[in-house]
């Protein structure tokens, strides 16, 4: 395979040149980063958790491309390291910069996936994670991919097998360098997009200030999200293992995510009818705890028809973001789950099963 980087006469100046550039840009980047995460979204009402999420993932594997630099500078210039410990060292953060890397494209696809036509029908969260990148389309992804592979695993071509030495490090500090110096530059173009977006996103009375804050927008984005994952049931009734019939409705709501949803079960008892709703009620508190958009309460209200029966049952159930996140964390059931959910009404039918 052929180098494309020439060699150099001398590496120590080169890395002590490299050193201290990338110290100079990480110390741009770190002011950048914190004045647009702390003061640059204050103006945004609409999705802002989503757009500061962007910008902290971007910041992460642009860090790690310039601590590369230095460290690896550092490790040239003072330290007499093995050949065998730089190659271990260098693939450890080729791994973890490629994990966040791929976490930032995977949400960039996320946001396009919610402004444009495409879906997300994977129910997997591995799935899901690399069906958002796939969805940035094909040019990007072999953008994407081939940066990984040219700026971390392209070097290790030219040395013996699990050696590293100091020309590999140099091929690859120079295309880190490159790279976070056209990353850096797009950082504040990108910015003013998602403003222009933000402000096409209002109408002319939410352009007013002093104004109670209206997540009917917020709203209309989660249902749309929903529907490019998958979930059929926000426009039509659908039949699925469980129910005969499933709809979902969601009515104007300034304070919260309201979901009306109509069931109808024919030939199934009272525990399997309960089952069911847990685990429904379940699968979709996770899928809204991980859909980031500035809703924080979420609301289940079923309304249930059984077999030919005409009065409906209730099941009602409330959660906060921060419930399910630690509800979450404990690992439970569908069952239990739902049973600790502190804010629900259950129709007497469904109690004590």
């Known amino acids: 395979m052929t180098?494309?980087?020439?060699?150099?006469?001398?590496?120590?100046?080169?890395?002590?040149?490299?050193?201290?550039?990338?110290?100079t840009i990480l110390g741009l980047i770190v002011a950048t980063s914190t004045f647009i995460l702390q003061s640059?979204?204050?103006?945004?009402?609409y999705s802002r958790s989503m757009f500061v999420k962007y910008?902290?993932?971007?910041?992460?594997?642009?860090?790690?491309?310039?601590?590369?630099?230095?460290?690896?500078?550092?490790f040239i210039l003072y330290f007499n390291f093995n050949p065998n410990?730089?190659?271990?060292?260098?693939?450890?953060?080729?791994?973890?910069f490629a994990k966040h890397f791929l976490d930032f494209y995977s949400h960039k696809g996320y946001i396009l996936t919610l402004h444009s036509n495409?879906?997300?029908?994977?129910?997997?969260?591995?799935l899901r994670y690399f069906r958002y990148v796939k969805n940035l389309g094909p040019i990007s992804n072999l953008i994407i991919y081939g940066s990984i592979y040219f700026i971390f695993f392209y070097p290790l071509h030219f040395n013996q097998p699990f050696r590293l030495n100091n020309h590999q490090v140099y091929m690859t500090t120079v295309s880190c360098l490159v790279f976070s110096i056209i990353v850096i530059i797009k950082i504040i173009p990108q910015f003013f997009d998602f403003s222009e977006q933000e402000y096409k996103s209002k109408t002319k009375n939410e352009l007013i200030d002093n104004v109670e804050v209206d997540l009917t927008k917020e709203n209309e984005i989660l249902k749309d999200l929903l529907t490019k994952n998958g979930r059929k049931e926000f426009q039509q009734h659908i039949k699925t293992d469980e129910f005969e019939s499933l709809f979902i409705h969601m009515p104007n709501n300034k304070k919260e995510a309201f979901f009306v949803i109509d069931i109808l079960f024919l030939n199934k008892n009272i525990y399997e009818i309960t089952e069911a709703i847990e685990k429904y009620s379940y699968d979709f508190f996770i899928e809204l705890s991980n859909i980031h958009v500035d809703i924080n309460n979420f609301v289940l209200s079923y309304f249930i028809k059984i077999d030919t029966k005409e009065k409906s049952r209730?099941?009602?159930?409330?959660?906060?973001?921060n419930e399910i996140e630690e509800l979450k964390k404990k690992h439970l059931g569908q069952k239990d789950f739902v049973a600790q959910l502190k804010n629900k009404v259950i129709d007497e039918l469904f109690r004590n099963i």
Do not use: M, W
């Open 314 to 321: 209730n099941y009602f159930v409330r959660a906060s973001r």
């Open 3 to 23: 180098d494309i980087f020439k060699a150099l006469t001398d590496y120590n100046k080169y890395f002590e040149s490299q050193l201290a550039l990338s110290g």
């Open 85 to 96: 410990y730089l190659f271990i060292a260098h693939n450890l953060f080729a791994l973890v």
């Open 40 to 45: 640059g979204f204050t103006s945004f009402q």
């Open 118 to 126: 495409k879906y997300n029908p994977h129910k997997s969260g591995l």
């Open 55 to 74: 910008y902290v993932l971007q910041s992460k594997f642009i860090f790690l491309s310039l601590a590369y630099n230095i460290f690896f500078s550092i």
